[in-house]
């Protein structure tokens, strides 16, 4: 008998110890509700407690994702060749939609180009993260089955973003990948692409420029 009201006190002190896991799991979970409510009201408390995250979770309000969702809309797009080779090939042309996603967290473009008489496909998406405070970007098109991850700053509110990365080629190597973001207006603007030569200097080798339909 001793022994079975031992294994029973145990079997209590196991449940009150699974229930007690639910009731702190249950207050932090309402303690996250509470703070992601009046995360408005409190941002720098949130922004100490959570690297930002929870900032993030209420909502973007900020003025860089202001200044991305600007791009939403229908664009006609001329994509130029640059340097000794690109200079001997045609320019292309095409079009791309730019989506606002996420309830504003992120914008995607498609864009459908014809170059050299072939069609292309691209994807690609835009974002801000407020808690490295860095643009970042995602570049995708149907003549590679990689993704291109870079990520940027800008001194001037977005007008102009620096973006850098890697290209990696098919024998294993990595390339040095920049991308230059100029707005021109509302209506008007335009992405660089560039790489490094053996010394370092900054090797642009194709320009898009984007003009809104009307």
Do not use: W
């Amino acid at each position: 008998m001793k022994e079975h009201k031992g294994s029973r006190a145990r079997g209590m002190g196991v449940v009150a110890g699974v229930a007690a896991g639910f009731l702190l799991g249950a207050m932090v979970f309402a303690g996250g509700r509470v703070l992601a409510e009046h995360s408005g009201s409190n941002k720098a408390s949130d922004t100490a407690q959570t690297g930002g995250q929870m900032r993030a979770a209420s909502g973007p309000n900020d003025a860089e994702h202001a200044s991305l969702a600007k791009l939403e809309g229908e664009y006609d797009r001329v994509v130029k060749f640059l340097g000794q080779q690109g200079a001997a090939m045609p320019s292309s042309s095409g079009t791309c939609t730019f989506s606002v996603e996420l309830g504003g967290r992120f914008i995607v473009e498609k864009s459908h180009d014809v170059v050299m008489g072939r069609p292309v496909e691209g994807l690609r998406i835009y974002g801000y993260d407020d808690a490295t405070k860095q643009y970042e970007m995602a570049r995708m098109y149907t003549m590679s089955n990689g993704i291109t991850l870079m990520k940027g700053t800008s001194s001037d509110g977005g007008k102009t973003i620096d973006y850098s990365g890697e290209s990696y080629t098919g024998r294993g190597g990595a390339t040095p990948l920049r991308a230059k973001f100029e707005r021109v207006s509302d209506d008007e603007f335009s992405v660089t692409m560039s790489t490094t030569d053996a010394n370092g200097k900054d090797m642009p080798f194709q320009e898009t420029i984007y003009t809104r339909k009307k």
